[in-house]
């Protein structure tokens, strides 16, 4: 589960960034229905399952339902726009191009 913290930062930044964040993001997995932390048209085609590097159990089991998943780190418990936006700009956006953030640039850490 994703601390208080980081669903208010992810909060701020859906509010400040123009984007889709949903904190109550109900799945049924195999082991019963969880709640994640969702970022829209980010990531992949289906978006992204953000959680806390203490809590990766999932991923491999949203990864075969097509997520796109990141464990984040403590640093992502408070909004900061410029690490927000690198972030979502690695991710790379995959919404509908006539909805893409004026702020998105698509450049990924590693180029």
């Not at 927000?84 to 700009?89: I, P």
């Amino acid at each position: 589960m994703n601390s208080k913290d980081m669903i208010d930062a992810w909060r701020k930044a859906g509010q400040d960034l123009g984007i889709k964040v949903n904190p109550e993001f109900t799945l049924r997995l195999k082991d019963g229905r969880k709640e994640f932390l969702f970022i829209q048209d980010f990531g992949g085609p289906k978006g992204t399952i953000a959680t806390s590097v203490h809590d990766t159990k999932d991923f491999k089991e949203l990864q075969e339902l097509g997520f796109y998943c990141s464990a984040l780190g403590d640093n992502y418990t408070t909004y900061h726009r410029a690490l927000f936006t690198d972030t979502l700009n690695d991710w790379g956006f995959f919404g509908e191009m006539n909805k893409k953030p004026d702020w998105y640039n698509g450049k990924s850490w590693s180029s």
